[in-house]
């Protein structure tokens, strides 16, 4: 048995280390923050999607009186390329303005969005 506790212990380190994504081989839950640049005390409606090529992983809807905060979201991501988009809608405007931007989230677990007109 004492011959077998360094493999064994070896072991479970490597399955901690894979479970928990350290490599970034696996996803794991990120928060994503929307910056967009706009006046957020202006924000009636708010939707945020983000997609990986052609899938949409999630969509948020909120109708909010004001932002007093950047929205977030929280997202198991892998690594790789993504897209996000949203659109918002201001006080006295008839249309949603639309906002978009491309990110890999890396090994970061707090991924800052710059929203940009498309």
Same mark, same amino acid.
């Given at each position: 048995m004492k011959k077998?506790?360094?493999l064994l212990i070896a072991l479970g380190f490597g399955v901690l280390l894979?479970? &928990?994504g350290v490599f970034g081989l696996m996803a794991s839950e990120r928060v994503? &923050?929307?910056r967009f640049p706009v006046s957020y005390s202006e924000v009636r409606w708010l939707e945020l999607q983000v997609w990986d +090529?052609?899938?949409l992983l999630s969509q948020q809807e909120r109708n909010v009186q004001g932002l007093s905060f950047e929205p977030e979201m929280k997202? &198991?991501?892998?690594r790789g390329p993504h897209k996000a988009i949203g659109r918002v809608l201001l006080a006295g405007a008839s249309e949603p303005q639309s906002f978009a931007s491309e990110f890999d989230p +890396?090994?970061?677990d707090n991924v800052v969005l710059e929203m940009k007109k498309p």
């Open positions: 077998r506790l360094p894979w479970k &928990t994503l &923050t929307f +090529g052609e899938s997202l &198991t991501l892998a +890396g090994l970061d």
